[in-house]
């Protein structure tokens, strides 16, 4: 179960960097309001994530079932941040982009927060994902 738990965690982080590359090359982390999304828990997200993947591969081949727990306690946050990013997300979707003068008189262009560019079909596999990678670790860590 460990490792069908790297596989997802792994498919998971694909979606996620996916995610993160379109919403940084949409400009979602300068400050100027592009994004709905907040820098330090977009970045929160990704970092503790990273860190429990990391010390989910060190379980893997150590067999310590601290690092299982350790995992699962890194993985609340992570979806914790998750879930508040997908909510800001949702609502980002289910408003019409507003129309703002840029660039000069007579220009005008849709003032899109960058996560609008996120496609549905990644953002749901990554969610979806995500549980089953939460549910996997908590489970190997009670059979550690």
């Known amino acids: 179960m460990s490792i069908a738990a790297l596989v997802t965690w792994l498919a998971t982080a694909l979606g996620g960097f996916y995610m993160l590359g ?36 060190i379980y893997v081949f150590a067999d310590t079932p601290a690092l299982a727990w350790t995992a699962f306690v890194i993985l609340l946050p ?11 997300w949702l609502a980002v979707t289910r408003a019409p982009a507003v129309r703002t003068a840029r660039g000069g008189p007579g220009a005008a262009a849709a003032d899109v927060p960058a996560e609008r560019g996120f496609p549905l079909p990644v953002v ?18 009670l059979q550690a």
């Open 124 to 141: 749901l596999g990554h969610g979806l994902l995500a549980v089953v990678t939460l549910v996997l670790v908590l489970l190997t860590a």
């Open 78 to 88: 992570v979806a914790l941040l998750g879930f508040v990013m997908f909510a800001r």
């Open 22 to 57: 379109t919403w940084i090359a949409r400009g979602g982390a300068k400050s100027d309001g592009s994004s709905r999304l907040p820098v330090p828990v977009v970045f929160g997200h990704f970092l503790l994530a990273a860190a429990g993947l990391v010390v989910w591969v």
